[in-house]
């Protein structure tokens, strides 16, 4: 299907949706009826919960029951639901969250939160530090906040586009219940899936309450690799489970404690390579859709501990929260290496040092193992004055720690592991240390009942400390040699200023002023040619929204329109020789900026009918030519791995049926284009596509079935496109049809 057939039906189903808006809120007004939207409250901006539709910050809110309609059991389940949210995937584990197409190499760009606990940036690759955020299992989930726009001044570093925030259920005292479910199903060109999920909440006594989650899933691989022979690469196992305590210390306390804990494990990723490469006079044959021939397996291990406690208390003047956390990461990265090898070869050809006298391996592998640790604190008192001043102010404090190794070593062709005998080209290991202390603040002034004005500013110090040691120097076997350390610190203070006006309770229109920053970072490479760490960069947001309810809570309809400058900007460059090697660098002043809208609507036209619309614009370019990053990086230029429109459409229909509740939905999902994935002669641009999925089930008493098809249309779509001068272009592919069969039973 071609790029603008893929449009147009998107547009088309888009369309038709708000069309069936448009009707059903005229049969709302003729026919009055009684099931409206619920209320629905965020709790990101740190001020207890707040109606959405009364704050003036654009921000998208998937409550449970809509995570659940989606199968949502993992961040993509539910991103391409969310206007002004996308991702760039290069596989479990490793994704790079992106908010209003800011995005480029470095650091995270868009906060992670589980309730009070940051995750953000704990281990990565030479160009992506922020690009494997942790993906915790979505289930037992009260709500997932998407903050979107800057957050600087309340949640500080690597919160400069904005700010996802998972809230988690919490134990409720003098109760016990639970649910258990299962999950089974079948992927073409793959396998069976299934999944097994329970909680329990369990009242310990008047004033303590446990709950208790853990589950397990098992999915099948669905990508091919030709070459080992190998079908199904891919298979994924994710177990896990959290605790929470509540315990109601008095009246006005109470005391959370909170334990995670996750093992991931992946037999690869899912590459196709369905184009013929050539890598310096090698032809690498296609292999075809979700087929990837690779000499080396690449397995993948990712294991969290989320240590978490929170004390809240009410002294009727304001709230004060205290919130302690500790995350702990450890991971094993494994990628095949062997066309790097080749490339080396060509390179050893031509007489290029160090290439030239260098015994290269047949095939190898990249190894990198890492260990994270991230120790936060915050204080933070939240006022709730009679008065036309309120706010919230507060201290924070965070200590991130990362090991890691980065080996380049032979691998075994009769097995395709990692073999250390048949010869070493690298090895190096990096010991990073960050620190953060801030100090922030927001006070809101209702100047009158309909106009507030909202300031915010926070003060920053971070620093970062690097130790570099060369275990096994590039292709000469010296070492081990410790490097000098690197340090380096930021001081700044970052400023947020909102003027909002109520017309009417069911409308309000606001504009706003924010920025946010991002820290620098440590370039974890495997050879010393890359310099060793990287400067923090800026965004300055400009925007206009209005958020309003129509027809008596019928219909909600949110804009939001924006422009976000990108100063000082961490990018992806090329060292070495020959280019052979990535890390980040800065590029000074203005280099980049974003403009686009979000558009969410929400509509329940006639009773058990909820219909939903989202849709963004995204034109994030560079605007001057930056030659260091390639011929194509010219002014007008798309910022890499940015898809310049994504929306989606849902409809979810509950109805009686007999003694059952029945209910049918579906929902599309469209991800535009992304006009570039690298700056050079090796860019490869990615097709748009479309998702469609279906479902339908039945509740009864304490039960529920759900029948359902994910990727109803077996769409291949293009979700990251992996291509360099030593590598040929392989492509990361979503999970073909899947049909499957949920049931759950709680009491």
């Known amino acids: 299907m071609s790029n603008k057939k893929r449009l147009g039906w998107a547009l088309a189903m888009l369309s038709g949706t708000a069309g069936l808006v448009a009707t059903a809120s005229t049969a709302v007004a003729a026919e009055a009826q009684e099931d409206v939207l619920e209320e629905i409250v965020v709790t990101g901006l740190k001020r207890g919960d707040l109606q959405v539709q009364s704050v003036p910050v654009s921000v998208a809110i998937m409550d449970s029951d809509r995570l659940e309609k989606l199968g949502a059991v993992e961040f993509a389940d539910f991103a391409r639901s969310v206007s002004g949210l996308t991702f760039v995937d290069s596989g479990a584990g490793n994704k790079r969250y992106v908010i209003r197409g800011i995005n480029s190499a470095g650091e995270a760009q868009s906060a992670l939160y589980y309730d009070n606990i940051p995750v953000t940036g704990l281990g990565g690759a030479a160009t992506e530090f922020g690009g494997t955020q942790p993906d915790l299992a979505l289930f037992d989930i009260q709500q997932v906040e998407v903050l979107r726009g800057p957050q600087g001044t309340l949640y500080g570093s690597n919160s400069q586009s904005g700010v996802i925030r998972i809230v988690t259920n919490k134990p409720k005292l003098g109760l016990l219940e639970g649910s258990v479910s299962t999950d089974m199903s079948n992927t073409k060109d793959g396998g069976w899936n299934y999944g097994l999920r329970g909680v329990i909440n369990v009242p310990v006594s008047d004033q303590f309450a446990l709950r208790m989650v853990g589950y397990y899933d098992d999915a099948d691989g669905f990508s091919d690799n030709p070459l080992r022979g190998l079908k199904d690469v891919n298979d994924q196992q994710n177990a896990g489970g959290r605790v929470t305590g509540l315990w109601q210390i008095g009246d006005n306390t109470t005391l959370t404690g909170q334990v995670f804990y996750q093992k991931m ?29 690779l000499a080396s397996l690449e397995p993948h291990e990712d294991e969290s501990k989320v240590y978490a406690l929170t004390l809240e208390h009410d002294f009727g003047w304001s709230d004060l929260t205290l919130a302690a956390s500790r995350f702990d990461r450890d991971v094993l990265d494994v990628q095949d290496y062997t066309v790097s090898f080749g490339f080396f070869r060509f390179l050893q050809g031509l007489g290029v040092p160090p290439f030239a006298t260098a015994a290269i391996p047949q095939a190898g592998v990249y190894l990198a193992p890492q260990s994270s640790q991230l120790t936060t604190g915050e204080a933070r008192m939240s006022t709730k004055f009679d008065g036309p001043i309120n706010g919230v102010f507060g201290v924070y404090y965070s200590d991130r720690n990362i090991d890691y190794t980065n080996d380049i070593v032979a691998a075994n062709p009769v097995t395709g592991r990692p073999d250390v005998s048949l010869g070493r080209v690298s090895s190096r290991s990096l010991a990073d240390e960050m620190t953060d202390l801030a100090i922030f603040g927001e006070a809101t002034y209702q100047i009158t009942e309909k106009l507030a004005l909202t300031g915010g500013a926070r003060w920053f110090d971070t620093e970062r400390d690097l130790q570099a040691v060369t275990n096994y120097a590039f292709f000469s076997g010296a070492g081990p040699i410790v490097e000098a350390p690197q340090h380096g610190e930021n001081r700044d203070t970052i400023f947020k200023g909102v003027l909002s006006y109520q017309f009417t309770p069911t409308f309000m229109t606001y504009a706003q002023y924010a920025e946010g920053y991002r820290g620098g970072g440590t370039n974890a490479s495997t050879v010393a040619y890359v310099p060793p760490q990287y400067d923090p960069d800026n965004t300055v947001n400009y925007e206009i929204g209005l958020k309003s309810s129509w027809l008596n809570d ?113 929902d599309v999902q469209y991800s535009g284009k992304v006009e570039h994935t690298r700056y050079d002669e090796d860019d490869f641009p990615t097709d748009a596509y479309t998702l469609v999925n279906l479902r339908a089930g039945l509740s009864w008493s304490n039960y529920s079935t759900t029948l359902y098809i994910s990727n109803l249309t077996d769409e291949h779509a293009e979700i990251n496109a992996f291509k360099s001068v030593n590598d040929p272009t392989r492509i990361l592919t979503n999970r073909p049809r899947t049909i499957g069969l949920r049931f759950a039973a709680k009491w």
């Open 265 to 293: 494990e992946t037999g690869g990723r899912p590459l196709s390579r369905p184009y013929n490469g050539n890598v310096s006079g090698t032809n690498y044959p296609a292999d075809g859709e979700r087929k990837a021939s």
């Open 554 to 666: 019928h219909l909600i309809f949110n804009l939001a329109a924006y422009r976000i400058d990108l100063e000082n900007l961490q990018v992806g460059m090329l060292f070495g020789p020959g280019g052979a090697f990535s890390g980040v660098g800065n590029v000074k002043g203005k280099v980049a900026e974003s403009n686009g809208f979000e558009l969410d609507i929400t509509a329940r036209p006639i009773d058990g009918l909820q219909l939903t619309l989202t849709a963004s614009r995204i034109d994030a370019k560079l605007v001057r030519d930056v030659p260091e990053l390639g011929d194509v990086a010219v002014d007008g230029a798309a910022l890499l791995n940015v898809p310049d429109v994504t929306g989606s459409a849902s409809a979810d229909y509950t109805f009686p049926m007999g003694s059952f509740e029945a209910n049918i939905g579906t």
